[in-house]
């Protein structure tokens, strides 16, 4: 007795079965992130007073410009994916290119404000608020450069090709969450003082 | 999703800007409402993180026009958050139980914290109150004693 496994690109919800995964993934994301904010939430209302101090110490001018970055990238997806529906090639690579440049910026930002930080003595080990500080802004930006490593992949391996347009659809549903990830964190970490 | 009308993004993008920039601006001008400052600070901050939240996800995630189960998904997993987050506030929002007590002090935490930035900007000379977002403001609220109590703290606290 032998089964055949047909792949189709089409699942039983309507959902054309990549993007489907995607949503999972998102998802899965939601609790990943989710349990680090509300373990966050849980521990700022319980210490609210050092916890205030310690965050007076974020920087709200790169916190800030690194929220417009992200805005402004999603932006730029969505042209990607608007670019991809038309088929065209040109158009959706320099839209994920610009995505990923903007990246870039939010990358080198960070570097920035985690070498100030770390120099003027607020480690990942300084207190609780610098742990989650690092944890989460750490684990963002690891989410953040594996979305423009896999962008650069799909412009220049599918896109160049014109194969596999559906994929700037699905990445860009990966790089909006991350985006909404920032739009929660900015305001713990460098809002609410 | 090419069934569906596109909305226009930039138009998304423009809204997006202006509650971000009404975030950015809340804790400037809050305390002119005396006050009311931290609502308007928590409403500026969470409730346009919200909004923005929404709109990045209705329009540019086309979450308006997806099957339902996307929503779905997504709304089990919050659902899933939902009672992680009071099945275990109960514990972590009190400092003593029926049988346990935790040990730590708030208040000698906030002065740890207070001494540790007033002993950084003094080292740096203040040079970095600009860069480091309020923590100069901070400062105001200081007391003078904590600045002596901070040399012996700034090594030595592993708190919180």
């Given at each position: 007795m032998s089964h055949q496994i047909i792949a189709t690109s089409r699942s039983r919800t309507g959902i054309p079965t990549g993007r489907l995964a995607v949503w999972w993934v998102i998802g899965s994301e939601i609790?990943?992130?989710?349990?680090?904010?509300?373990?966050?939430?849980?521990?700022?209302?319980?210490?609210?007073?050092?916890?205030?101090?310690e965050a007076a110490n974020t920087n709200t001018f790169i916190g800030a410009c690194n929220t417009f970055w992200l805005l402004t990238s999603s932006l730029f997806v969505v042209f990607a994916h608007a670019a991809s529906e038309k088929r065209d090639a040109k158009k959706t690579r320099m839209w994920i290119w610009l995505t990923i440049m903007l990246g870039g910026f939010f990358m080198g930002f960070k570097f920035y404000e985690y070498t100030t930080e770390i120099l003027h003595g607020f480690t990942i080990t300084t207190s609780n608020f610098w742990s989650f500080y690092y944890t989460a802004t750490g684990l963002h930006g690891f989410h953040v450069l594996c979305g423009m490593v896999?962008?650069?992949?799909?412009?220049?391996?599918?896109?160049?090709?014109g194969q596999n347009w559906h994929r700037v659809e699905n990445i860009g549903l990966y790089w909006h969450f991350v985006d909404i990830i920032w739009i929660f964190l900015f305001p713990l970490m460098y809002i609410a003082k | 999703m090419a069934g569906h009308?596109?909305?226009?993004?930039?138009?998304?993008?423009?809204?997006?800007?202006?509650?971000?920039?009404?975030?950015?601006?809340?804790p400037e001008i809050a305390p002119v409402f005396g006050a009311f400052a931290k609502p308007?600070?928590?409403?500026?901050?969470?409730?346009?993180?919200?909004w923005k939240a929404y709109l990045v996800c209705a329009y540019f995630m086309h979450l308006k026009f997806e099957k339902i189960y996307a929503p779905y998904i997504l709304l089990a997993c919050f659902s899933l958050l939902i009672v992680f987050f009071f099945g275990t506030a109960t514990d972590a929002m009190f400092a003593n139980g029926h049988n346990w007590v935790k040990p730590q002090s708030e208040e000698a935490a906030t002065e740890e914290a207070k001494a540790r930035?007033?002993?950084?900007?003094?080292?740096?000379?203040?040079?970095?109150?600009?860069?480091?977002?309020?923590?100069?403001?901070?400062?105001?609220?200081?007391?003078?004693?904590?600045?002596?109590?901070?040399?012996?703290s700034h090594d030595s606290d592993e708190h919180n």
């Open positions: 609790l990943i992130f989710g349990g680090l904010i509300a373990s966050y939430l849980l521990n700022r209302f319980n210490h609210g007073p050092s916890w205030s101090v896999i962008m650069a992949i799909i412009a220049e391996c599918d896109i160049k090709k | 009308k596109h909305p226009s993004y930039l138009k998304i993008y423009i809204i997006l800007v202006v509650l971000f920039s009404i975030s950015v601006a809340g308007i600070v928590l409403i500026t901050a969470f409730g346009i993180a919200i930035s007033h002993v950084l900007h003094a080292e740096h000379g203040d040079s970095h109150e600009g860069d480091h977002g309020e923590a100069g403001h901070g400062d105001a609220d200081h007391d003078e004693a904590n600045h002596e109590e901070g040399d012996d």
